[in-house]
């Protein structure tokens, strides 16, 4: 009966996550797209009102013109909503099923003593643990080297490293598929606490000082904005390698293969060289960027480049079965019954 419930459980969270995560990535690619399809208006009532950048769009019979404000606009004259449960209910909802799936059943599905003979107990809570290094690990990586000069190129190529020791360490230490969840799992954190701790943080003390009926300098509220967008960014660079290695985990040939830590850290690059594909083709549709093509190529070389490493060695075909041997064919190597007879009166 406890594995029948157990399976209900299972059923019901996967569920509620695959639909929390469907509204969180929609929205984040949603308003990655208007970032890089807004323009500046010329028209002398927008910039007036402090509008940086608005479009047209048609959707669903209706026509809707988004506008982006740099900091905040003066006045808010309609209810302000807010993007942030979609990101934690998909942190909530995925934990509590690795809860039940992982966590709860330990000694089956984290621990194997092949690679690492440890306790169930120490397997879950180094699990746990890691999800919060992550994020701290990564959390000082952006704090320290995001607004730098060629800050980003930092943060990226310090990052490839640390995914990389990531999908290696938990390769070495957990089941294939349970490392493969775990690293997706980390990223997933990282992106969930980058809304919690610092882009809905920011924007509320944004909100804040608008309404509060004081003067402010926008210049401090600045920050905040560049924080956020700065985050939201990592979120949508993420979302690719996190989706691959979520789904990656039902499939055995690769979480079982001798060089599994590798093969999940070129996939998800890929993903994330694929994303940055489509972030980049809105802005060279604008003439703001180059070219996005050359990353599409190496997501996809990466992919084939893999595809080709893993596939099965050749089997030999089995040999075709001999047919019946006809009369004729018999009677060239077999003496007719005559000459036997004859053969015999000769003794």
């Known amino acids: 009966m406890d594995t029948y419930f157990l399976d209900w459980a299972n059923l019901l969270l996967r569920w509620v996550h695959v639909i929390t995560a469907i509204a969180w990535v929609g929205s984040s690619f949603y308003f990655v797209f208007l970032d890089n399809n807004l323009v500046r208006p010329n028209s002398p009532d927008l ?25 905040a606009p003066k006045k808010i004259h309609t209810p302000l909503h807010w993007f942030y449960w979609e990101s934690y209910s998909t942190w909530l909802s995925g934990f509590a099923l690795f809860t039940v799936l992982y966590l709860w059943n330990a000694g089956t599905f984290l621990v194997d003593q092949s690679l690492f003979a440890w306790s169930p107990l120490a397997a879950g809570a180094t699990a746990v643990g890691l999800l919060v290094a992550f994020w ?6 952006s704090r320290i080297f995001g607004f730098r000069e060629n800050g980003e190129v930092w943060v990226g190529g310090l990052m490839l490293i640390v995914v990389a020791f990531s999908c290696w360490l938990t390769c070495q230490l957990f089941a294939g598929r349970a490392a493969f969840l775990l690293v997706g799992a980390m990223i997933a954190t990282a992106m969930s606490a980058n809304v ?23 210049t401090e509220m ?20 996190v989706l691959f290695a979520m789904l990656s985990n039902h499939y055995s040939f690769l979480y079982t293969h001798e060089m599994h830590w590798l093969i999940l850290l070129l996939m998800m690059l890929a993903g994330a060289l694929i ?38 060695a ?34």
């Open 222 to 241: 600045a920050i905040h904005g560049k924080r956020g967008k700065q985050r939201s960014v990592h979120n949508t660079y993420f979302t690719l390698p």
């Open 275 to 312: 994303r940055q594909f489509f972030v980049q083709r809105h802005a060279w549709h604008h003439r703001r960027a180059a070219n996005p093509w050359p990353f599409a190529a190496a997501g996809v070389a990466i992919i084939l480049a893999v595809v080709v490493w893993l596939r099965p």
């Open 136 to 141: 701290f690990v990564y959390d000082a990586i």
């Open 196 to 218: 919690f701790f610092w882009i809905i943080p920011g924007q509320r003390k944004v909100v804040a000082a608008m309404t509060s009926g004081k003067s402010y300098d926008p």
């Open 314 to 347: 050749p089997v030999a075909a089995p040999m075709a079965a001999a047919r019946p041997a006809t009369v004729a064919e018999v009677q060239t190597i077999l003496p007719c019954a005559v000459c036997l007879a004859m053969a015999n009166k000769c003794k």
């Open 47 to 71: 910039l007036e009102k402090g509008v940086d950048g608005a479009m047209w769009a048609v959707h669903g019979g209706g026509f809707y013109n988004p506008q982006k404000y740099m900091v």
